[in-house]
């Protein structure tokens, strides 16, 4: 017996893609996300304040603190950097993603180690009034 093709056509044309395709193109609007590890008090801290608002997220409430501190705060001390279980995503456009890198390069550390020092030096500042000489 001799193999036919298939019954349905579109089964059958196995050449049919396209060869000469552009590289897809990148949203203008689109947002890098940032995993900012926290402690366990940081994180209740930010649900509280999350659960404040109306339809108020984690996310969003986690994005004004970072935005924050890049904005009105211009010395950030090095911090402990410990990866744990609580995190806190900040959602951040294409400029300030790359401002956060400038500080990853100065620092000689990744992007998330600058968000996470960043956004405990906001947090101390906006939330917490200033605390310096303790840890959260």
């Known amino acids: 017996m001799e193999k036919r093709g298939h019954i349905n056509p579109i089964l059958s044309n196995k050449s049919k893609r396209k060869t000469d395709q552009q590289p897809r193109k990148i949203r203008s609007d689109k947002l890098h996300d940032i995993k900012v590890p926290v402690t366990e008090s940081i994180d209740l801290i930010?649900?509280?304040?999350a659960r404040k608002?109306?339809?108020?997220?984690?996310?969003?409430?986690g994005t004004e603190i970072l935005l924050y501190g890049l904005d009105h705060i211009f010395e950030y001390p090095e911090v402990i950097y410990k990866d744990g279980p609580f995190t806190v995503h900040c959602k951040v456009d294409h400029t300030t993603y790359n401002k956060i890198g400038l500080y990853a390069d100065k620092w000689k550390c990744s992007i998330r180690m600058a968000a996470h020092r960043i956004f405990i030096e906001a947090l101390k500042k906006k939330q917490l009034g200033g605390i310096n000489h303790e840890e959260i």
Do not use: D
């Not at 608002?53 to 409430?61: A, H």
């Open 53 to 61: 608002g109306w339809g108020g997220s984690k996310t969003s409430v």
């Open 46 to 49: 930010i649900r509280r304040e």
